[in-house]
């Protein structure tokens, strides 16, 4: 349970994904300002309609809670990094909090698609965001399985789903990028 590779490896990794987050999240802001309406300025808020900008909000508000998530539980894995007396039930405890929190937020963005309140032009980018919450979603329940029992197939299985969570955030910054340039 307590293997300094297999949480140097997380933290290496879940780095990663927090940079890529934070790219996403400064796009997301950007199309979101781009389409404020500033005096005399009709021809930028006529790039987005009201529901657009609200889906657009809404989605910025899940990638910075899926930030602040994901510094969370890296900052969990560096600590236990430095000092692995502190893997305890608590701190497996607070891992798994910071997953479930990444869960909600998924199951909020999969009822904002069942409800079908996502604006047409941005279901693309939906399911990205989404499909990099459940991989991150998915890479937490086998993270924190392969911790407690010291299984490294399963350690690398949940590696594998935070590249896949993290190649998905890069596709959404793409999109993001190309909706601030038109």
């Not at 698609?113 to 890479?139: K, Q, T, W």
């Amino acid at each position: 349970m307590k293997s300094l590779f297999l949480m140097t490896v997380s933290i290496l990794l879940l780095a990663g994904c927090t940079q890529e987050i934070e790219n996403v999240k400064e796009e997301s802001k950007e199309v979101i300002q781009n389409t404020e309406i500033t005096q005399g300025d009709k021809e930028a808020s006529d790039n987005l309609s009201d529901e657009e900008k609200s889906y657009m909000k809404t989605v910025n508000k899940a990638l910075e809670t899926f930030a602040n998530d994901t510094s969370d539980i890296n900052n969990l894995i560096e600590e236990a990094k430095n000092d692995q007396e502190v893997i305890d039930d608590e701190w497996v405890n607070n891992l798994t909090g910071g997953f479930l929190s990444i869960e909600m937020m998924m199951e909020l963005l999969a009822q904002m698609d069942y409800e079908g309140v996502v604006p047409e032009r941005f279901l693309d980018l939906h399911s990205n965001v989404l499909g990099a919450f459940e991989s991150m979603r998915d890479a937490g329940v086998k993270l924190i399985t392969s911790l407690r029992d010291g299984d490294r197939d399963m350690f690398n299985d949940s590696m594998q789903l935070i590249d896949e969570s993290n190649e998905k955030l890069t596709m959404v910054n793409e999109e993001l990028k190309s909706l601030n340039q038109n």
